[in-house]
């Protein structure tokens, strides 16, 4: 992280001259499909707030910073020397409803993605050392072109200012039901009742943190995605930010 990033007051908002669409919600309701295709039907930046977390967990856990035992203490000195000595960066990928993740110069596979690396994610994001490290990379992004911003707190904390904020939510077992479906569909077994169980505590630890817990914004959008498809979700979107002003 630069200086200049790191110079970067996280208690005073930033301020943009590009739209900003922020889409915040739990793991599974939709968000990354919706933040993909708006990013792509806008030409805008797109920053999946999730992936990086997921990248600090899941360096933090190759480094021997964290471990599946939730309960092991974790040392907050040496995690954030960790994510400070990163280099991360988003390129939009046109040929597939996804995001290539660049990591200290390499492209990360799919294993961000499992639900094993999603616990440590969630683990790292307890701490407000590294919620403050990471935001100045997310704020600075705003600064470039416009943006949709895929994450939890992204319209509360990161882009308090942004031009359109939804809340994307839906029922855990839906959400899970999803889950199972993708890994069958990728050819991988899944156990609908320990996805189940990972995603409740997931969501309790996202939605009681102390550090920009996981909450609507008081002026966004709520949709709740638990009967929805991907194209309702995305016209339900669409809709809203063309009335606050973005063109497509």
């Known amino acids: 992280m630069t200086d200049a990033m790191s110079a970067i007051d996280s208690s005073t908002p930033t301020k943009h001259y590009y739209p900003i669409i922020c889409i915040d919600g739990p793991s599974g309701a939709g968000k990354g499909t919706a933040a993909w295709r708006l990013a792509k039907d806008l030409e805008y930046q797109l920053l999946d707030s999730g992936a990086l977390y997921r990248i600090v967990g899941l360096k933090a856990f190759e480094a021997g910073l964290i471990s599946s035992d939730t309960t092991q203490p974790i040392d907050e000195a040496?995690?954030?020397?960790?994510?400070?000595?990163?280099?991360?960066?988003?390129?939009?990928?046109?040929?597939?409803?996804?995001?290539?993740?660049?990591?200290?110069?390499?492209?990360?596979?799919?294993?961000?993605?499992?639900?094993?690396?999603?616990?440590?994610?969630?683990?790292?994001?307890?701490?407000?050392?590294?919620?403050?490290?990471?935001?100045?990379?997310?704020?600075?992004?705003?600064?470039?072109?416009?943006?949709?911003?895929?994450?939890?707190?992204?319209?509360?904390?990161?882009?308090?200012?942004?031009?359109a904020k939804i809340f994307l939510s839906a029922s855990a077992e839906s959400r899970a039901k999803r889950r199972v479906a993708q890994l069958n569909t990728s050819g991988q077994q899944a156990d609908f009742d320990?996805?189940?169980?990972?995603?409740?505590?997931?969501?309790?630890?996202?939605?009681?943190?102390?550090?920009?817990?996981?909450?609507?914004?008081?002026?966004?959008?709520?949709?709740?995605?638990?009967?929805?498809?991907?194209?309702?979700?995305?016209?339900?979107?669409?809709?809203?930010?063309?009335?606050?002003?973005?063109?497509?």
């Open 194 to 248: 320990a996805i189940l169980n990972t995603i409740k505590a997931r969501d309790e630890r996202d939605e009681n943190r102390d550090a920009s817990p996981s909450k609507p914004a008081t002026d966004a959008l709520y949709i709740d995605s638990s009967t929805l498809d991907a194209d309702e979700v995305y016209q339900q979107i669409k809709a809203y930010c063309q009335g606050q002003g973005i063109c497509f």
């Open 78 to 163: 040496a995690l954030l020397a960790l994510t400070q000595d990163l280099h991360i960066a988003f390129e939009l990928n046109h040929e597939s409803v996804c995001i290539d993740i660049v990591v200290n110069g390499k492209i990360v596979g799919q294993k961000v993605r499992n639900e094993t690396v999603g616990g440590y994610a969630s683990q790292v994001a307890v701490f407000p050392s590294v919620r403050e490290a990471l935001l100045a990379l997310q704020q600075d992004m705003a600064t470039r072109s416009g943006l949709v911003a895929d994450g939890r707190d992204m319209g509360t904390v990161v882009f308090p200012n942004a031009d």
